[in-house]
């Protein structure tokens, strides 16, 4: 309709009330019937054919020019607001507010968000976990319940402090004041577990050295009582490629004490599902009562192993097929888990 003179407005209008209709109007003047409709539509709303005055100064960027640059987004998602709202500038020819950008992307539901921290992974590693999930699948086509004989294990280090930045209120000059700062020693103080779970509940959080070797993970084993749990029940024992799980005498045991190791991927702690309960316990603990001593710390690590429901753990374990799939679809490439 705004591309319609005025005079033509007016001719759709006088035919109109001369008892014309709309479809021989359309003929006559070669208009769109739906555009002859919107005409009288507005007329009969202002008794006027021109453009109403809008309120508010005319948006900067056009539709075109938005959705040019969303396809940027989407292609470049890591590019800072100041390079999105400089190549806006140059592609329109005129300066352009990075509020203007700002307000445009949120506006087509783009954020600003941190990143997902994801392991970076070759192609060998990826056509590897790509080849695993899919022998894995087989097997639950056969063996619904495979996953439920799977003891998942792994070691996680929870510290006295995270080590991401800590924000404080300050003016200018505080930047040193004792309140305004923290400890850089109290950001090393930190606790090493080994952990293993099992589809009927937790098994075992054993405090380990943070620079574990081969004979102490050994010793670990044999409290956990690993060998027991496979050879006796009839349970596979899962740890990932650490140099300490593949050390000749790790092997060496496991084949003596005939523990049956299920193979695992390189680089996949997304298909590994203690990682999640690890996630959940340092979330927890973050959430708590400060904590300024190991001891705390060790108090309120296990307070929430403790805690961990069976019906958290089969939660877990159902989510094997799900995490097997999500895996073959990103052909091998780190998932959400």
């Not at 959705?67 to 390079?83: D, F, Q």
């Not at 305004?180 to 050295?209: E, F, P, Q």
């Not at 000749?248 to 309960?277: F, G, K, Q, T």
């Not at 973050?286 to 069976?310: F, H, K, M, P, Y």
């Amino acid at each position: 309709m705004g591309r319609l003179s005025n005079e033509t407005k007016s001719q759709i209008v006088a035919l109109k009330e001369a008892r014309i209709s709309i479809n021989q109007i359309s003929v006559q003047l070669g208009v769109k019937r739906s555009t002859v409709r919107s005409v009288l539509k507005k007329y009969q709303k202002s008794r006027s054919v021109s453009n109403l005055a809008v309120s508010g100064r005319p948006k900067k960027l056009s539709n075109i020019a938005v959705r040019a640059m969303c396809r940027g987004v989407i292609k470049s998602p890591k590019r800072s607001l100041g390079s999105i709202t400089a190549n806006v500038t140059r592609s329109i020819g005129e300066p352009v507010s990075s509020i203007t950008v700002r307000r445009e992307l949120h506006g087509r539901k783009f954020f600003g968000r941190a990143a997902a921290k994801k392991l970076l992974l070759s192609q060998p590693t990826r056509a590897a976990r790509l080849a695993w999930c899919r022998r894995q699948l087989n097997v639950l086509r056969t063996s619904p319940n495979f996953w439920h004989t799977v003891l998942f294990s792994d070691e996680v280090r929870f510290g006295l402090s995270n080590n991401g930045r800590v924000w404080v209120w300050r003016q200018a000059n505080e930047r040193y004041n004792l309140k305004c700062t923290i400890s850089r020693s109290s950001v090393r103080k930190s606790i090493m577990y080994w952990g293993c779970i099992s589809y009927d509940g937790t098994i075992a959080l054993i405090w380990c050295s943070n620079s574990m070797k081969a004979a102490e993970y050994l010793t670990v084993l044999e409290e956990a009582a690993i060998q027991v749990a496979t050879s006796g029940f009839g349970l596979t024992f899962m740890d990932d490629n650490a140099p300490i799980h593949r050390a000749n005498v790790v092997r060496e045991w496991m084949e003596v004490h005939a523990v049956n190791c299920l193979p695992w991927p390189a680089y996949s702690p997304d298909l590994n599902p203690i990682e999640n309960i690890w996630a959940s316990m340092k979330q927890k603990i973050r959430d708590g009562a400060q904590i300024t001593t190991l001891d705390e710390l060790d108090a309120a690590v296990r307070r929430e192993w403790a805690n961990i429901s069976v019906a958290t753990i089969h939660k877990l374990y159902d989510s094997m097929k799900k995490r097997l799939q999500k895996c073959k679809s990103a052909h091998g490439y780190p998932t959400k888990y």
